[in-house]
Structures are given as C-alpha cells and as structure tokens.
C-alpha cells in the first residue's frame, strides 16, 4: 500500500511554534526554512537599498521583506522581498491585501528547488507579473515575468511596473560584488 503524504491546512500552518524557523505552505506543502545566512541577507539589504527608492519616487507602494507574507487559495508564503501597494484601508487580512508587483526570492541550498519550482509556480498562479531568483553562486538572478520565457541574468535587469513612467535598471555584477565581494 502506497504512503500518503499529509496536505497541511493554513489553521495547522498558523498553530506552528515562533521557533526562528520560516514555516511557509503552498498547495498543502508545508515548507520549513532555517534561518538565513548572513550573505543572504547582505543581498537582500542591499537589494531593498537599490528598490525601495525607486518604488517611493513613482509612487508604487512599499517593499516588504519577510513576515509580511502573500497568501492565496489556501497557501501562505513570506517571500524575502516583495513590492506591493499600500492597502487603501488598514488593517486588512492578508487575503485582501494587494498582488505584489515584484516578488524576489535568494536561493540557497535549502530553498533552491522550492523556489524556482513550486514557489514560482505559485507566484505566477497568483498573478504575480514579476518574480526574481537571486543565485549567489551563480551570481545571476532569474527573471520570471507573465507570459514571457524565463532569463538568466547576469548583466542588467531592467524593471519597468505599469504603474511607473521610468524603470529601474539593476546592475546585476555591481549587486553581487557589493553583497559577496570580488571574485
């Protein structure tokens, strides 16, 4: 007899100790992350440096980084970095708030599969229209937009949100020397 594997529920996800883990459920799966490392977040620090003005100036919302989380049709994720505008009124469930306009994610070795498979799908699902895997051993970021094939980055990524007259352009080599230093 074949062994079946438990689909978790987001009331058995909320029930979850606050033990410095990051418990995320997606489709069921329930996903249970470590603590992140400190190049981890030294990219995501500088990555929120490099966004979060430009989200300011055009006026886009704000940027989130964990324990601000997207949940959808039963699943509940912390991405590492999201954008989305503010809710009109506050305080509002997290079902109600905003479709982010960017989600990135850093893989690591824990995470790698979870994020470029399920989490992805996830995110597209949603309706997420652009979605970012930063590989810092790669040293290129992943670029996953709506109706688009995926790319490889490893030179400049340019994000341009409808809601912005101008883009952001990310110096992919510049960010990656920053967090983790010169090869």
């Not at 590492?80 to 505008?85: F, S």
Request: charged residues 30%; negative net charge.
């Amino acid at each position: 007899m074949g062994q079946q594997i438990k689909r978790w529920t987001l009331r058995e996800l909320h029930r979850l100790p606050d033990d410095g883990n990051k418990y995320e459920l997606v489709r069921g799966d329930l996903f249970v992350t470590p603590p992140p490392s400190e190049a981890h977040e030294e990219l995501l620090a500088i990555l929120h440096e490099w966004i979060a003005p430009y989200v300011a100036r055009h006026r886009l919302g704000r940027v989130y980084r964990p324990r601000a989380v997207l949940r959808r049709s039963g699943s509940e994720v912390e991405p590492d970095l999201m954008v989305r505008a503010v809710p009109v009124r506050q305080p509002i469930a997290w079902e109600q708030a905003p479709l982010p306009l960017l989600v990135v994610e850093v893989l690591s070795g824990a995470t790698r599969r979870r994020d470029l498979e399920q989490k992805r799908a996830f995110y597209m699902d949603a309706g997420v229209p652009e979605y970012w895997a930063v590989d810092a051993s790669r040293r290129e970021i992943l670029v996953v937009r709506r109706g688009q094939p995926d790319e490889w980055c490893a030179g400049t990524i340019v994000w341009q949100p409808r809601e912005a007259d101008q883009p952001l352009t990310i110096d992919v080599a510049a960010l990656f020397a920053e967090a983790l230093g010169d090869e």
